[in-house]
């Protein structure tokens, strides 16, 4: 099989795990209101490759586990992700029209939706997660998992990355942000997602604390090269491939490290990044080439 296919297989099993989810949010109890509900499909179901589920699946399998066991952190990570892209959209974040070829939930609803739509993605992630079951996930484990997804997601991961970055665009600090500073912010704001999606996926397979951190490494160099071809694409894509507005980091001034680097020394990081990634799995052996095919995808991408 494929990588391409490979992660289109994982991407369809993991759509019925979502879609199952979010059903079930909308008929328990009194459920969640309908247009609340239907703005939950439109932010979940709009597509996209799972690349962090993915990982968590994927990670957990090479670490001897089994897929139904990872599948409830698979879900409530793209749950807490979905709904990051939700609230980063929004007229007083990003401001964009465009999210993997459709319109951005507050543009095909309105900004109160999608603010409501990004808490209730969030919360159901971690009921999600807390409330799953598997013989091979303990209580304890199970516990730890909400505990490392809550930390990556939050002011110390995502969140926090997320305000550096608007701090930076909002009230111009640091006035000259650095590469040092770019760096950081988006290890916290992207990498940490990739990094806690190996963990999850070690920690659920059963991995040892060495080989869980070698794949948590990993993830976050995984992170960086995401966020960095992302960049790219910024620069070189066009929209109608790459799913959403392009040239807006320029356009807003916004500092990057392609922008401070120049192209061609971004391309540069991005191997170095790469080959640094690489050499953390590099004592899996051939377990880990699904994690390595991962990388280069990822490194090569053009949406």
Partial sequence: MTFEKRLATRAG????????????????????????????????????KRMRPFLVLETAIMAGGQRDAAMPAAVALELVHCYSLVHDDLPAMDNDLLRRGKPTVWNAFD?????????????????????????????????????????????????????????????GKPPRPDIAHIERLQAMKTGRLFEVACLMGAMTGGAGRPEALALARFGAGLGAAFQLADDLLDVEGDAATVGKATAKDAAAGKATLVGMMGLEAARQRLAEIERGALGEVESFGPSADVLRETLRFACARER
């Fill in 13 to 48: 099993e993991i759509d019925i795990a979502l879609a199952d989810a979010l059903a079930r949010a909308a008929s328990e109890r009194a459920g969640v209101p309908p247009r609340l509900a239907e703005a939950m499909r439109h932010a979940v179901m709009a597509g996209g």
């Fill in 111 to 171: 900004e109160w939706t999608a603010i409501l739509t990004g808490d209730a993605l969030l919360t159901l992630a971690f009921e999600h997660l807390a409330a799953s079951r598997h013989p091979a996930v303990s209580d304890g484990l199970r516990l730890d998992l909400v505990a490392r997804l809550a930390a990556a997601a939050g002011g110390h991961g995502m969140v926090g990355g997320q305000g550096l970055d608007l701090e930076a665009d909002k009230l």
